[in-house]
C-alpha cells in the first residue's frame, strides 16, 4: 500500500466543477466530442494539467495528454491512465471524468509528495469515447491503437452532418502529435461501473477482466407516406409499424435468450413525421452486446433474418450501416491481479467482473498491457443525470489506482 494519499477535496471539487462545464440552457449536461460544450471541458482540463506541471500534448484525433518526466526520463515507456471528459446527452458527472481526473489527482500527489518513477506517468482525456455525435463510440482511443486511420476518422460525418476534423479544428484541438505517439507500458482505467452489480454485492472495487462486444448498426425502413385515414390497413407499406415490430423483437429475443445479451434501440426518426401520415421512412439505431462472441454473432444473424421478414410482410425495403464491432476483450491478469491485491491491503472487499459498457482500455489493450478498476454505482443507474457515486467509494477507487500506478510505475524494463 502507498505511503501517499490523494488531496480528496481537490479531487471531489474538480469532478463537481467540471460536471458544470457545458451545461445547456436548461442545465441538461450534453458534451458532445468536439462540440463548443466539450471545448470548455477540455480547456478546463489542460488549464489543470499544466498548472500541475505536466507537459501537455494533443494529438491529431485531439486526444489529450499530461505527460510528467520525472527526473527527464524520456527513453522509458510510460504508464498511462486515464478515459474521456465527452458526456452522453443529459448525461451525468462522473461516466468518463472521474477516471480522467482521477489519473491527474495520482500523479499530481505522486509529484507533490517526491516519488521517483522509473518511467514517465502519463494521464490521458480521449477523444469521443460516447459515439453519441460520431460513431464508433472509442473512437479517440481506437484510433490511438491502430484500429481506424486517422484520417477515416476525422473525415467522419456526425448525427448533425458536421465533419469531426472541421468541428475539432474549429475547437482549437486537431493536435501536432500522430496517435500512438507515446507507446505505453501498462495502461489503467478508473471508472464508476454503470451497473449494478458492485452496489447489490456490497463490494467496493471492481477489478475488471474484460469488456462485453459491441455492435452498433443504423437500420432504415422505406415504405410510403400515405393518408392515415382513408388508408386500409392491408394497403400500406408502413415504415412506422415495420420499425415497431423490429424493436419489440429485439427485446423479446434478448429478454427470452437466457443470456447476458442485451439490446437497445436508442435512437428512433420518422419522416415525414406528421401526425396524420403513414411513416414512410424509419430510422433506427440498434446497440447489440454479448460478452460471448458467438453469441453476439448469433444476436446479429437473427436481426438480418427477422429484417428480411419484415421486409416480406410489411412490404417495406430495409437497408442497415455498420456503425461500431468489437468483440470482447479480455484485460492484463498480471494488473488485474494488482488492482486485487491494492484493494485488499487497503482493507477493501472487491470482485473479479465484465465490463457491460465499452471503455477506452479496451482499445489501449491492442497495443499494451491493461485493466480497469470499478467502482460502485448507486442504484446502478449511468448515462442519466441522476448517476451518483459516494464520495467514500469515489476516493477508495483512486487510492487503489494510486497504489497500482505507484507499483506500475516502479518496474523496470527488464
Ligand atoms: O457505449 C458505451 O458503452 C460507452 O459508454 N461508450
Ligand atoms: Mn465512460
Ligand atoms: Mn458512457
Redesign the pocket.
Same mark, same amino acid.
Given at each position: 500500500m502507498s505511503s501517499h494519499s490523494i488531496d480528496s477535496a481537490r479531487l471531489l471539487g474538480r469532478i463537481r466543477m467540471l460536471g458544470d462545464i457545458g451545461r445547456d440552457v436548461d442545465g441538461r449536461l450534453s458534451r458532445l466530442a468536439a462540440s463548443d460544450a466539450e471545448k470548455l471541458g477540455r480547456d478546463q482540463f489542460v488549464t489543470w494539467i499544466a498548472d500541475a506541471g505536466l507537459e501537455v500534448a494533443v494529438d491529431r484525433i485531439g486526444n489529450i495528454f499530461g505527460i510528467w518526466r520525472a527526473c527527464g526520463i524520456t527513453d522509458e515507456k510510460p504508464v498511462i491512465l486515464g478515459s474521456h471528459i465527452d458526456t452522453v446527452i443529459d448525461a451525468g458527472i462522473y461516466d468518463g471524468c472521474y477516471g480522467v481526473l482521477s489519473a491527474l489527482e495520482v500523479i499530481q500527489t505522486l509529484k507533490e509528495d517526491g516519488f521517483v518513477p522509473s518511467r514517465p506517468i502519463v494521464v490521458a482525456a480521449f477523444t469521443n469515447?460516447? !459515439?453519441v455525435r460520431y460513431a464508433p463510440?472509442?473512437m479517440g482511443s481506437l484510433v490511438y491503437a491502430g484500429g481506424l486511420a486517422v484520417e477515416t476518422a476525422l473525415a467522419t460525418v456526425g448525427t448533425d452532418g458536421t465533419i469531426l476534423g472541421g468541428e475539432l479544428g474549429r475547437i482549437g484541438y486537431a493536435g501536432p502529435h500522430e496517435p500512438g505517439f507515446l507507446s505505453p507500458h501498462a495502461y489503467i482505467e478508473l471508472h464508476i461501473e454503470q451497473g449494478p452489480v458492485l452496489e447489490r454485492e456490497s463490494i467496493t472495487i471492481g477489478a475488471v477482466e474484460s469488456v462485453q462486444g459491441i455492435s452498433w448498426q443504423r437500420v432504415t425502413v422505406e415504405g410510403d407516406a400515405n393518408h392515415a385515414g382513408t388508408t386500409p390497413i392491408s394497403m400500406r407499406r408502413d415504415a412506422g409499424h415495420a420499425a415497431a415490430r423490429v424493436i419489440t423483437f429485439l427485446r423479446d429475443r434478448a429478454k427470452n435468450s437466457n443470456s447476458p445479451t442485451v439490446a437497445t434501440v436508442g435512437c428512433i426518426s420518422f419522416e415525414p413525421n406528421a401526425i396524420n401520415v403513414i411513416p414512410s421512412r424509419a430510422t433506427l439505431t440498434v446497440d447489440l452486446r454479448d460478452p460471448d462472441e458467438e453469441r453476439l454473432r448469433q444476436a446479429e444473424a437473427a436481426l438480418v433474418k427477422f429484417l428480411d421478414a419484415i421486409s416480406q410482410e410489411e412490404h417495406v425495403e430495409v437497408s442497415v450501416e455498420r456503425l461500431a464491432r468489437f468483440e470482447p476483450v479480455r484485460f492484463d491478469q498480471r494488473i488485474v491481479a494488482k488492482i486485487e491485491k491494492a484493494a485488499k491491503d487497503r482493507g477493501l472487499t472487491s470482485r473479479r467482473m465484465t465490463s457491460g459498457? !465499452?471503455h477506452d482500455a479496451q482499445m489501449i489493450a491492442r497495443i499494451a498491457p491493461a485493466a480497469m478498476i470499478f467502482v460502485p454505482s448507486i442504484a446502478g443507474i449511468s448515462h442519466n443525470p441522476k448517476e451518483r457515486t459516494n464520495d467514500e467509494h469515489l476516493i477508495a477507487g483512486v487510492n487503489v489506482l494510486l497504489d497500482v500506478v505507484g507499483e506500475l510505475a516502479r518496474e523496470v524494463t527488464w
Open positions: 469515447e460516447e !459515439g463510440d472509442m459498457a !465499452g
